[in-house]
C-alpha cells in the first residue's frame, strides 16, 4: 500500500521557523507541499521534480519555503522561514509516480499524506 506520512508540524510565533517531513512508502518522480486553511481551497505551496531536483514555489512563500529532498531515500522536506500567520493551514505531501505537473493544483496529484497542522501566531 502506498502511503505517505507528514511530520514536523506544530505552533510557532510569527516570523518563526518550522520543517516538514514527508516520508514515501516508495519512490516518486514528483512530490509537492500543498496547504488548505479552514474555509479555503487545498492551494500548492511548493513541488520538487526528483530526476534534475527542479523545483517551483507558489508566489505566496517565494524566498521563505524551500523544499528539497533527504539524505533518506523517498524523504523530502519543507523548510519553512519568516513564518506569517496567513501561512496558518493544514499542511499536505502529495506525488505521483511520473507525472510532474504544470500548473500545481490538487486534482492532478495521486496519492496524498493525512496532513500536519502548522499554526502562526502573531
Known amino acids: 500500500q502506498v502511503q505517505l506520512v507528514e511530520s514536523g508540524g506544530g505552533s510557532v510565533q510569527a516570523g518563526g521557523s518550522l520543517r516538514l517531513s514527508c516520508t514515501a512508502s516508495?519512490?516518486?518522480?514528483?512530490m509537492a507541499w500543498f496547504r488548505q486553511a479552514p474555509g479555503k481551497e487545498r492551494e500548492g505551496v511548493a513541488r520538487?521534480?526528483?530526476?534534475?531536483?527542479?523545483?517551483y514555489y507558489a508566489d505566496s512563500v517565494k524566498d521563505r519555503f524551500t523544499i528539497s529532498e533527504g539524505s533518506h531515500v523517498n524523504t523530502m522536506y519543507l523548510q519553512m522561514n519568516s513564518l506569517k500567520p496567513e501561512d496558518t493551514a493544514m499542511y499536505y505531501c502529495?506525488?505521483?509516480?511520473?507525472?510532474?505537473?504544470?500548473?500545481?493544483?490538487?486534482?492532478?496529484?495521486?496519492?496524498w499524506g493525512q496532513g500536519a497542522q502548522v499554526t502562526v501566531s502573531s
Open positions: 516508495r519512490y516518486f518522480a514528483c
Open positions: 502529495a506525488a505521483n509516480l511520473g507525472w510532474c505537473p504544470s500548473p500545481l493544483t490538487a486534482p492532478r496529484f495521486a496519492y
Open positions: 520538487i521534480r526528483r530526476s534534475g531536483g527542479s523545483t
